[in-house]
């Protein structure tokens, strides 16, 4: 699945990587989506994604480290979407391979409720097999077939000294694991009684009859599962393909089909009702892009998860997010890089599009006759940023398109001009992120560049409230533009965060009704701090005119709300702050609305006299994970004196709201 040359080199997973399988299951074939993602927390952003997109995950560990940190990042992002998963511990061969400290970090570090389907027979080099706790058998892998060929037999052969004299190597296994009879029967007695426990439809039966069938141990597991009760573990080594087999099993088994995920939910674009759509074929048709891709020979590529209905090459679907039609030129099973055509996509399906040109990763598509905008993709912001330019003239030209393309791919790879130094800043989830981000403009795109740290400009904050208004009259001799703006600003409130990225949607909500009051809709920009409340009721300001006032209000922040006053530069970066907007915009034409709220905010700045200000800056640098904000002494438009270190590091970030 690893195909890519830097993945080979680093022997590390950097993209996703989708493929399809089939497996056969009980004489019953089934057909399995599979999407490889990272581990790096660099490439965080390909497990959220897929995540988003998948009905089940398994998540592998390490024998020996057990749960890491990473580990810890994936398990919330797959509680955040509500996964079911299924756990398997790798690496079983390895020295210092332990199972148990595995399942107990699993329950310390995760606070999930780990339940051992298998034990492994054998640790480190005489790991052989697994003991199955379910259908109380021995699966013991051929060494010379590599795992494509194993032995299954009754666990009690284990305890038979004549089948032990004959099988050296189940006998030193069993003497490595240290099982034996007693050992065996407690352990798999705990697990029946877990199992039952949270499952009400088999714990009258258990506490009755004290047994279960494997049938029904199965379908119990199940259940629990799907319900996010439980977690069944396995145990193996993909080198050797150990342990592979009964994985496969466990995924039909344990984890959910399509049919048995609710039904995704969606809001109607044309009357903001929710909308719900059905896993099935007569539903009407919608999937959402969760990501895109550049293709040599194809050109962009755009995979998408169908949820309902169908969809055949050559169709036109539409994009409800962007509200514009597009026709599917061709439609591509994936195999990682490799790439097979199909006629028609179904529901729970994955696949790719070629012939998509404005969508981007979030989209939603779907049958124009019954649009559905379905829940977007929440991304990180960038931690980390460095400054980019071309080594040759040559160069020069092809940088943007590949930046482009490149920004187009990935959700957490940014690109843009500092207006001060005029330096082009990339900007990315971690050195190792950028560093493959400069490696594939080389490879695939030809472009030589050198990288390097960011400078930094000093600018200010809003520390107290200001009001100013602000008119925008153009007259062009047509019907001219006209912009009328009354804008207050004020900092932001105090959270219990110290970095606003963590605050849940309920605290978002409650900070929205503190600064605005009850009613009214509101997003929130975690990259810019940007709360944005739109209170506008009966129709009072056109629709169509807030885009441009939200645009015209970005505009200024990206001005820091200053207005020529002194500044001060500084090796480093800083990133945008924010201030917060109240009261109305009057009738007026969409060019003069973004204008006039970008000349009151400016007026705003002005007043900060009576408001005050703050000099703050944001260093970053190569290995710095998080900016850093320093603080300098209060001032109005004097030059900041000696610089301190602020540890609440930038809490006095502004968010921005907009009343009728």
Not at 347 to 376: M, R
Not at 407 to 424: C, N
Request: charge should be neutral; glycine fraction near 8%; proline fraction near 5%.
């Amino acid at each position: 699945m690893d195909w890519m040359e830097q993945e080979r080199e680093r022997g590390i997973t950097i993209t996703s990587a989708a493929t399809t399988a089939a497996w056969t299951r009980s004489g019953k074939k089934y057909r399995v989506n599979i999407i490889d993602t990272p581990g790096h927390v660099d490439f965080t952003v390909e497990v959220e994604r897929s995540l988003r997109v998948l009905d089940g995950t398994v998540a592998l560990f390490d024998a020996v480290a057990g749960v890491q940190p990473q580990s810890e990042t994936v398990w919330r992002q797959a509680d955040k979407y509500r996964v079911p998963r299924i756990a398997f511990v790798n690496k079983m061969d390895r020295v210092g391979a332990d199972f148990d400290y595995c399942i107990r970090s699993m329950r310390q570090r995760l606070g999930a409720h780990p339940v051992p389907v298998q034990y492994p027979l054998g640790k480190e080099d005489s790991f052989i097999g697994v003991i199955d706790f379910i259908e109380q058998k021995v699966i013991v892998w051929l060494e010379e077939t590599l795992g494509a060929k194993f032995e299954v037999f009754e666990v009690e052969k284990l305890w038979d000294k004549t089948f032990l004299a004959s099988r050296a190597d189940v006998a030193a296994a069993l003497k490595a694991s240290a099982i034996d009879k007693p050992f065996y029967e407690e352990h798999r007695n705990k697990v029946v009684e877990y199992v039952a426990e949270h499952d009400d439809a088999v714990l009258e039966k258990f506490l009755s009859e004290h047994t279960l069938t494997p049938e029904e141990l199965r379908a119990s597991i199940r259940r629990s599962t799907i319900a996010l009760k439980i977690t069944p573990v396995l145990a193996g080594s993909a080198f050797k393909n150990k342990g592979i087999q009964p994985l496969l099993d466990a995924v039909v088994d344990f984890l959910p089909s399509p049919l048995e995920v609710p039904p995704v939910e969606g809001t109607n674009p044309e009357n903001e009702e929710a909308a719900l759509r059905r896993a099935s074929d007569e539903q009407p048709f919608s999937a959402l892009a969760f990501k895109i891709m550049s293709d040599p020979f194809v050109g962009q590529v755009t995979y998408i998860r169908v949820y309902s209905g169908v969809l055949k090459a050559g169709s036109y679907v539409y994009n409800s997010t962007k509200r514009t039609r597009e026709r599917i030129g061709r439609l591509l099973q994936m195999h990682a890089n490799k790439r097979e055509e199909i006629d028609a996509v179904y529901a729970g399906d994955i696949a790719a599009c070629v012939g998509l040109k404005s969508v981007t990763t979030g989209d939603t598509l779907c049958d124009e006759s019954k649009p559905i905008i379905l829940e977007a993709i929440d991304f990180p912001a960038p931690v980390i940023s460095v400054a980019i330019e071309p080594k040759t003239k040559a160069d020069q030209d092809k940088l943007g398109t590949a930046l482009q393309k490149l920004a187009q791919e990935d959700p957490t790879f940014r690109v843009h001009t500092d207006p001060d130094t005029g330096q082009t800043l990339i900007s990315g989830m971690g050195e190792l992120h950028l560093e493959i981000i400069v490696d594939r403009m080389m490879r695939e795109f030809n472009v030589q560049a050198s990288v390097g740290r960011p400078q930094v400009a000093y600018r200010e904050t809003i520390r107290k409230k200001a009001e100013a208004e602000g008119k925008y009259i153009r007259q062009t001799g047509g019907r001219g533009q006209y912009g009328h703006c009354r804008i207050e600003v004020h900092p932001l409130p105090s959270s219990d965060h110290e970095d606003m990225h963590e605050m849940s949607t309920d605290e978002l909500d409650a900070l929205a009704k503190q600064i605005a009051g009850r009613g009214g809709k509101w997003r929130f920009d975690k990259e810019h701090r940007l709360l944005f409340i739109d209170k506008i009721i009966g129709g009072s300001i056109p629709r169509e005119f807030v885009p441009p006032i939200e645009a015209g209000i970005r505009e200024a922040m990206a001005r820091r709300l200053r207005d020529g006053g002194y500044r001060c530069r500084a090796r480093g970066r800083q990133l945008p702050r924010s201030g917060q907007l109240g009261n109305g915009v009057q009738d007026c034409r969409l060019d003069g609305v973004q204008r006039g709220v970008r000349k009151g905010l400016a007026d705003a700045s002005r007043a900060r006299h009576e408001g005050g200000s703050r000099y703050t800056r944001r260093v970053y640098a190569p290995g710095v994970r998080r900016p850093e904000c320093a603080a300098l002494a209060d001032s109005g438009h004097g030059k900041p004196r000696g610089e301190q270190r602020d540890p609440r590091r930038g809490a006095a970030c502004g968010d921005v709201r907009l009343c009728h």
